[in-house]
């Protein structure tokens, strides 16, 4: 019975090194992060029994299998690409291991250009190990961390901007004022008059006419009868009145020395 036991428990302890236990757990996680900024996270890869290389991942998501993020490689480069080809990221070698497990830093980062990131908010982080064949991943586990940074502006629609419509700016040529045609003066020359100057002591055929040809003496004799009739006339009545005025006189004197 004895010797049944001892066997069966050596049996146990020769196979248990053939099933690999493996484990990945991540310490020094930030709260808070800025969207841009990159971070060091410190991980330990439990390997026991691994026989091949390991590829390390630090991904970010708000919920499912949709991951993103950057990881650096070993070489410094930043790498996200999808789980099936794995072996672009961390590499620690089969060498790599001491006693079954490695420890080191994994520097990670938000892919802030991702279709999978929404802007600032709380998001879960996790580290994977793939084996060399990129099948399906070992995760650490879960921690929420909060991304901050300026807020994505939504990309307005573009707004047609209607065709102005052109103004005609054509300036009229401006139509010269018409001067206005003045017409000659029609200066009007006063015909010379004749002017007849009568002398009195000759006679009517001695009369001499200014600007005029000779005239009958029948016509000078009329003209000067014309002009000489009313001097006559007046010449009359003031006659008529100094006699009568004398008479008056005369009578007034006469009655003043009879009736002394």
Known sequence: MCSKVVVLLSFFIIISPVFAATSVSVTNIP???????????DTLLMCTGCTGDSYLRGVFYPS????FGYTQDNAGKWVNVAGGSCTQYFKVATADLQEGSWSGKLKVKVDAESSLFS???DYVFKIGRYTTS???PVWSGETTITVTGPTPTPTAA????????????????PTPAKTPTLSPTKIVTPTPRATTVVIPDSTPTEMQVLGATDIPATESTAVQKKQLNPMIISSTLIGLGLGILSLVLVWQKR??????
């Open 31 to 41: 709260s808070s992060i800025d969207q841009s900024q990159e971070f060091e996270v």
């Open 64 to 67: 499912g299998t949709s991951y």
């Open 119 to 121: 802007g600032p908010g």
């Open 134 to 136: 990129c099948g399906s």
């Open 158 to 173: 573009p707004t047609s901007t209607p065709t102005p419509t052109p103004v005609n700016t054509h300036t009229p040529t």
């Open 255 to 260: 009655n003043a020395i009879l009736n002394k």
